[in-house]
């Protein structure tokens, strides 16, 4: 019998091409996990298709400590014995930290209802040896004062289309962030973005932004305009993958 | 005039074959500190020859979070000038943290007075994504009470021979080996080495030997007994070096 199962999932995100299977490679988050279940069908004597669905579509980069997904699966593997299966044949950058059979109506992108991705950059003298994968190396110290400034016109319900990087968006691209948090410890600084959801680099393009109002090379105030204005080209640089990871999907 | 400098280094030491000079790979942690520094020589107008001196030398693989080294330099640079210049041109996987003028008489092997070592375990149902490289996966959890009670025979000022991995050692083998303290958090099982110095592989070789006992392969009672053979092949297997990192020195 199918059941619905929900798993929690980490990813270091490096060697990858995003969550979402891609044309001509395997070297997808999604990928890796359909491949493993399939093989566990196949060991079970029923080689079948299972998509495995995400709360969310991840870039090439991007990490996740907490992805939720679900799937449907027949199996004759307990919740332990099936994730177990998992990590022993998921590549070692890849991690189910939580398995269990869910309601059947659960769907984790329909159902999400809020996220947290954290963006971490580092501008100590010194260098972030061990999660060097996982920061982004500043050139020099922003003012964390005048992006907490300017963060403060991002949140809202609003239209973040000169936020959103798929220039051919037909959807709506207005979207909820509850909350940007920004803080500091060390040489590191971090950016905490909750929302109901984020359109395509959307957190990317904030933070690069962000970045550069802390630089001095664009005011607080310059934020409601380029809101305003519904392109891109207004907004900022999107800053690089390799800083960012989901933290956490609400349901 | 040449100053005598004290830096603490960081280095992740997966892709390198140690701290010391190895012949024909120029993959060490000496080498690249040394490289750096001859470069900047160059750029000086006057290449010199640096030797950089390590409060140890660590094997291939293993880390440092506080590797303490020292060196004989003439530089134009202020010390903040010559740290920014050596993090700017060495590898991401090393890092230095702080870089003084320090007495002449200084000498980070000669004056080191002790160690710390950690070794990090993991034997959680999931898998440490973000710091795969700094820890050892066990396939099933050991008994950390046992291996406390084992670790309190290994404590003391004694002969380390049956924990030495060189069978070639001609000096002295008498180590003192303050502590060795066992925590556990989460999945993980972290061990902490505090010694006046240790044998090659010393840690790696206790580590391995304290397993066997949390595995219930081996009593507490036998560390006497192996202590007392001064033959390698007594005591366990060497633990992998991803798991080791050098912590502290204390001067």
């Known amino acids: 019998m199918k059941h619905n199962y929900k798993a929690i999932v980490s990813y270091d995100g490096t060697r990858y091409y995003g969550w979402e299977h891609q044309p001509n490679t395997d070297m997808t ?46 199996t004759a593997c307990s919740e332990e014995q099936l994730m177990a299966y998992m990590n022993r044949y998921l590549p070692e950058d890849i991690s189910v930290n939580d398995l269990r059979i869910c309601a059947d109506r659960f769907h984790s992108r329909f159902k999400a209802q809020g996220k947290t991705y954290r963006y971490t950059c580092w501008y100590g003298l010194s260098r972030p040896v061990f999660d060097r994968r996982y920061v982004y190396i500043l050139d020099r110290q922003p003012d964390a004062e005048r992006m907490r400034r300017a963060a403060r016109y991002m949140t809202g319900l609003m239209d973040y289309k000169s936020f959103c990087g798929n220039p051919r968006m037909k959807k709506s691209t207005v979207r909820a962030v509850d909350s940007i948090r920004i803080e500091e410890s060390g040489g590191y600084l971090r950016m905490y973005f909750h929302g109901s ?15 550069e109002v802390g630089w001095g090379d664009r005011e607080p105030e310059d934020i409601p305009g380029i809101l305003a204005a519904g392109d891109r080209s207004k907004a900022g640089f999107t800053a690089p993958a390799r800083g960012l990871c989901l933290m956490k999907v609400d349901y």
């Open 197 to 211: 959801g984020f359109l395509q680099n959307m957190v990317r393009i904030m933070t690069g932004t962000l970045l």
């Open 29 to 74: 988050i999604q990928g890796k996990l359909e491949t493993v279940l399939e093989a566990l069908t196949a060991d079970e004597g029923r080689r079948e298709k299972i998509t495995v669905i995400g709360a969310g579509r991840t870039d090439a980069g991007v990490h996740a400590r907490a992805m939720t997904c679900n799937f449907l699966l027949d």
